[in-house]
Nanobody, 124 residues
């Protein structure tokens, strides 16, 4: 089981930026993907971005051009830089991991392990 701990959430003004961090540990497979999802009250969990062990990235259309996913391998940390945030993006943001997968996916049910989430609130 992969353990994931998110941080970096908080209050941000519309149009502002936040950077989320996810520290991941416990990988047993060379092939994996780490993703960022969010879930707002009353809405389904939404995939935002992911990065694979072979450095492929994927972005949802809703965040493309505004969000950037990156990795610091030395720190076992994946980041999500979120720019130009919108009020409708209030949500609990989750980091997640899928082992034994060489590509990318933003399909939530495929992921195996999840962090507890970090809250992002966008004010207007």
């Amino acid at each position: 089981q992969v353990q994931l701990v998110e941080s970096g959430g908080g209050l941000v003004q519309a149009g502002g930026s936040l950077r989320l961090s996810c520290v991941a540990s416990g990988f047993t497979d060379h092939f994996y993907v780490i993703g960022w999802f969010r879930q707002a009250p009353g809405k389904e969990r939404e995939g935002l971005s992911c990065i694979s062990s072979n450095e492929i990235t994927q972005y949802a259309d809703s965040v493309k051009g505004r969000f950037t996913i990156s990795r610091d391998a030395a720190k076992n940390t994946v980041y999500l830089q979120m720019n130009s945030q919108k009020p409708e993006e209030n949500a609990l943001y989750y980091c997640t991991a899928l082992e034994g997968y060489s590509g990318t996916t933003l399909t939530a049910y495929l992921y195996d392990d999840w962090g507890k989430g970090t809250q992002v609130t966008v004010s207007s």
